[in-house]
């Protein structure tokens, strides 16, 4: 396992891919956080987090879209599934792979804390933490389902179609359940990865949040693994 | 003929086995993904269930935003009946609105006692339902987004009002919610609710009042309704008003107090005692109701409104008019825009210039500027407008607060006066109401919605930042991502 994550996070940094994706999400962000939160002199990072989470609708798929996808075009994959690796070890290298990738973009957002102090900010350090928490949990769903998206085709642009998809359908899931409210709210909330994120964001360390996410991921990096047994099977 | 035959069959064989093989695969396959995503499910609704999720909760803000305090769960721990918590709103679509905060908080009083209930009911939904089931008298003023406090004896509206502060931004020139009360307002709530000391109004008899229990019977069931307990009383004849007054009323006296009542008046105002003073006009000088209104900062005008502005009084009788309901705290439940009552043979309200840190005087109702206070003294001029005709007064001179209104008027809350427009009930126990939420011995300091700032940031900073973070810092990891390109091309 982690031999393919080595193997993986320099393919990633081989190729510009990684760092267009952590310069544009750096550019993005900074936008928000010069214009947005230092002219209105604000302090709170948590501020900043809310409002570039979306960012990562975008970003997330292009992350994920060859990992899988470039195995079954170059046919590696069958050298994969017949090496002595098991199946979910395989899916859990390529994700953490694509998640330290997440993480080094996540770290960019250090350099922000840094000029909030030499601005004289004082954030409150709990709730930052808790916005930073909330911010990979969330980020750590959102690479699962890329990597679950590129198990499902050959295709690298399919694959970061299907996972923009879902990403988008679960951005749009806490408008539409404010809209129609009653029970079909409860169930859509039960898909609805942004409004514990908020929570986190605004003060409330939820442990059940906590434990939603990671078993969120889970449950994606599960069905990737299915996806790629399946395939494995039906292929004699 | 016999190979081809032997052929097929194996091929036919083969087809088979294989068929077999990833259908069972394909159904071992089927159940694992079932059980994985139903144990992720089951393990998510049971930590998810109220009462373990707020207790796995912590509360990262500074300052504890979304926590109760010691003195909230100790009214919590003593109570012993069933309080039921209800939001008029659907709470699912709250989102992220402040309302959101607030049912979070709410959560916890259910949490942390079996004997609160929390529900939300949409009256959009349930039309009737305030009407039929939680105000049948409308007297509570019971609105959608309201929170209705309840046990088995009485009931307490939450407006929005009551659960922010709402501060004034004189930047923005708009209404600002600046922090969050709700612990406040929901732990008093619970504790008037559930007091076993039914609050008691006494009106006084013995200077020319009016019977208010034959001639306010609307007014007194209000009450009543409200959880308190109207009783009669006369001053002189008892050596000290009684420990359970919680409201002196006078309605329309045409004496002065005597000496003796007035020391027993004050002594009562002193530790915290709330009065209600109801005065039709009249030409006898009230001296020693005076000498108490003035504790509050608040005189007789000894007069009679006539209000000149025609929008304002009724045609050709310009002693009846409607007064303005004024903005503020005390009235916001009454929605003043909309608020019609009229008033007849009013006087005005004084509000002395002697002012001190401790009075507050709050105006309640008042007329326009076009209003004349026509004299009921002989050889004194008559006023012009604006006047006051009822305010609200605070003494936090002594050791508890004491409150007071005073009304230039009776007859609007009279069963007369209320034939045709009941909405003079409504103004006086609303009044009423707001008397008591200071009398609660338990106080919650606001918790203020606190954002901490950059202190040295000018324009150079941003222009600094904008070079740095957008422009140079970006193209740095782009740029390099194209130099990785380049040179691995080549390899």
């Known amino acids: 396992m982690l031999a393919i994550w080595k193997r993986e996070v320099q393919a990633y940094f081989y190729q510009p891919i990684a760092y267009i994706v952590i310069g544009l999400f750096f550019l993005i962000s900074s936008i928000y956080f010069t214009f947005g939160m230092v002219a209105s002199q604000y302090a709170q990072l948590n501020v900043l987090f809310s409002s570039i989470i979306f960012i990562l609708t975008f970003v997330c798929p292009i992350l994920t879209m060859r990992i899988l996808t470039e195995d079954r075009k170059n046919g590696t994959e069958v050298l994969l599934v017949t090496s002595p690796v098991d199946v979910y070890q395989i899916v859990l290298g390529k994700f953490l792979a694509a998640f330290t990738v997440f993480l080094v973009m996540f770290a960019s957002t250090f350099i922000y804390l840094a000029i909030v102090y030499i601005l004289g900010g004082k954030p409150e350090i709990p709730r930052l933490i808790g916005g930073y928490v909330g911010f990979l949990l969330v980020g750590a769903c959102y690479v699962a389902i890329g990597v679950f998206a590129s198990s499902l085709t050959e295709n690298q642009i399919v694959a970061a179609i299907i996972s923009f998809a879902i990403l988008l359908l679960i951005n749009i899931i806490d408008p539409i359940a404010s809209f129609v409210g009653g029970f079909t709210a409860k169930v859509l909330d039960m898909f609805s990865l942004l409004s514990r994120y908020e929570d986190l964001n605004n003060g409330i360390f939820d442990i059940t949040s906590i434990i939603y996410y990671l078993s969120f991921t889970a449950v994606f990096l599960f069905l990737t693994t299915r996806v790629i047994d399946k395939r494995r099977w039906s292929q004699g | ?491």
Do not use: C
């Open chain 2, 1 to 491: 003929m016999d190979m081809k035959d032997r052929n097929n069959g194996k091929k036919k064989n083969r087809k088979f086995s294989i068929n077999k093989r990833s259908l069972r695969f394909g159904s071992y396959s089927f159940v694992l993904t079932v059980i994985v995503i139903a144990s992720a499910i089951i393990l998510n609704a049971i930590v998810g269930a109220t009462k373990i999720r707020e207790k796995l909760k912590i509360d990262l803000t500074s300052n504890k935003l979304y926590s109760i305090t010691d003195k909230t769960l100790e009214v919590l721990k003593s109570l012993n009946e069933k309080v039921e918590i209800i939001g008029l709103f659907d709470e699912s679509k709250m989102g992220d609105s402040q309302y959101a905060q607030v049912i979070e908080f709410v959560k916890q009083y259910e949490t942390n006692s079996d004997y609160i209930d929390v529900k939300y009911v949409d009256p959009d939904k349930n039309p009737g339902y305030i009407q039929n089931e939680l105000d049948p008298e409308g007297i509570l003023g019971v609105e959608k987004y309201d929170f209705v406090v309840r046990s088995s004896k009485r009931s307490k509206v939450l407006s929005t009002y009551d659960i922010f502060d709402v501060s004034f931004s004189s930047s923005t020139y708009s209404y600002q919610v600046t922090g969050l009360n709700a612990e406040y307002a929901f732990t008093g709530a619970i504790r008037y609710v559930t007091s076993d000391n039914i609050p008691v109004i006494y009106y006084t008899e013995g200077h020319g009042e009016d019977d208010v229990k034959d001639d306010y019977s609307e007014l007194v069931s209000s009450l009543e309704l409200n959880g308190y307990r109207v009783e009669k009383i006369n001053l002189a004849s008892v050596d000290k008003i009684p420990d359970d007054a919680s409201i002196i009323l006078f309605v329309n006296p045409q004496r002065d107090l005597s000496d003796a009542e007035l020391d027993k008046l004050l002594y009562y105002m002193e530790n915290g005692g709330n009065t209600v003073f109801l005065f039709s006009p009249a030409n006898t000088k009230l001296a020693n109701f005076e000498e108490f209104l003035s504790r509050y900062n608040v005189s007789l005008g000894y007069d009679v409104i006539f209000e000149m502005a025609a929008n304002k009084a009724f045609y050709g009788q310009p002693y009846r008019f409607i007064p303005t309901v004024e903005s503020n705290s005390i009235n916001s439940v009454l929605e003043p825009d909309k608020f019609t009552m009229p008033l007849a043979y009013a006087q005005s309200i004084q509000v002395l210039k002697n002012e001190k840190d401790w009075i507050t005087v709050t105006p309640l109702l008042s007329t326009s500027s076009e209003a004349v206070g026509k004299s009921l003294f002989e050889g004194v001029e008559d006023k012009n407008g604006p006047f006051y005709v009822g305010v609200a007064g605070e003494n936090n001179g002594y050791n508890d607060t004491s409150k007071t209104i005073v009304i230039g008027n009776a007859y609007f809350v009279s069963d007369d006066g209320m034939s045709v427009y009941d909405t003079g009930k409504k103004f006086l126990v609303n009044a009423i109401n707001w008397m008591q939420d200071s009398d609660a011995d338990i106080y919650i300091p606001v918790k203020e919605y606190t954002t901490p700032r950059l202190t040295k940031v000018t324009q150079q900073t941003l222009t600094i930042l904008f070079i740095g973070l957008i422009i140079v810092v970006p193209l740095i990891i782009m740029g390099a991502g194209v130099f990785v390109w380049l040179r691995r091309r080549h390899l």
